[in-house]
């Protein structure tokens, strides 16, 4: 699938490893300049040179995503650099201790929630300043399924992948006519590094009860789960000289369902699989991965 960011600049968090790095490397093959930002410098600095070694253009940045000062340090870093910010995607999050609601605890609580909504809205606020001044740009939040439902000892987990969805649609909402469009994947199961943290901690036979109801299997499916992700990411953050119209309304928000099987793009509107082929059609952009 062929996508250009030629001229662009994408930040990307929780780049050093998994998904993060799928999409920085996407969005480098795809022409753009990247910012690769995580806590572990070390590893966001060997991503960024590898890519520099390729003949792309990228820098890598030490982030904790919870500390709104770095946050603003690193998109001040990103367009000290570049020139501008015309693509995010904040990806930086974590899981919880495993631990029913009676028996969870305020320092998990507030580590998870710090990192995985916290930091999502510390990462928006100062995205949208400079994308705000420019009058354009596209960010894309990485929720998860867990954002669309609940799971048993995961609710500290699951209940701030639902607040990234709340605050992703009330964004979008607010800077859809400004030019800036605001968007969130949800993945499935795949086999990263985070993964490999929670089987580590003791996680491995509920990993592998979930992995079981996925078709194809996580653990089979890791490289091409990552793939597929980051390519609905790109498609999100794709810039589009025309607004995509549903039913006379304009879509202003989408959430982005992602599984082994298929992407699904959900929309205010519960009419969107009917309608997004003729909108297609008439607006020349795809809002999503097919």
């Known amino acids: 699938m062929n996508i250009s960011f030629e001229g662009k600049v994408a930040l990307v968090t929780g780049a050093a490893s998994g998904l993060g790095l799928a999409a920085a490397k996407a969005f480098a093959e795809s022409g753009a300049s990247v910012a690769l930002a995580d806590w572990n410098e070390n590893a966001a600095r060997a991503a960024a040179d590898e890519l520099n070694a390729r003949g792309h253009k990228a820098i890598g940045i030490r982030c904790n995503v919870a500390d709104d000062a770095e946050v603003e340090a690193m998109v001040s870093r990103t367009v000290e650099t570049f020139g501008r910010l015309d693509a995010a995607y904040n990806n930086g999050g ?3 201790v495993l631990a029913e609601t009676a028996d969870t605890t305020r320092e998990d609580y507030d580590r998870v929630m710090g990192i995985n909504l916290q930091g999502i809205w510390s990462c928006m606020k100062f995205e949208l300043q400079q994308m705000r001044k420019q009058g354009s740009g596209a960010i894309v939040n990485c929720s998860s ?3 669309l439902d609940g799971g048993a000892e995961r609710g500290i987990y699951h209940a701030a992948k639902h607040g990234i969805l709340g605050f992703t649609k009330s964004a979008a909402l607010e800077y859809g006519t400004r030019g800036i469009r605001v968007n969130a994947i949800c993945p499935g199961l795949i086999w990263t590094p985070m993964v490999d943290r929670m089987v580590a901690d003791g996680q491995g036979d509920a990993l592998k009860a979930m992995e079981k109801s996925i078709p194809m299997g996580a ?3 890791s490289r091409g789960n990552c793939e597929c ?7 999100c953050c794709e810039l589009c000289d025309r607004p995509v119209h549903l039913g006379g309304r304009r879509l202003r ?6 599984s082994s099987r298929r992407v699904r793009q959900i929309a205010g509107r519960s009419d969107l699989n009917a309608a997004r082929s003729s909108a297609e059609k008439s607006s020349g952009c795809s809002q999503a991965a097919k």
């Open 145 to 147: 399924l867990g954002g």
């Open 94 to 96: 974590v899981q919880n």
């Open 229 to 235: 992700s980051s390519v609905a990411m790109q498609r």
């Open 253 to 258: 928000h989408a959430l982005i369902h992602m």
């Open 219 to 221: 653990g089979r499916t």
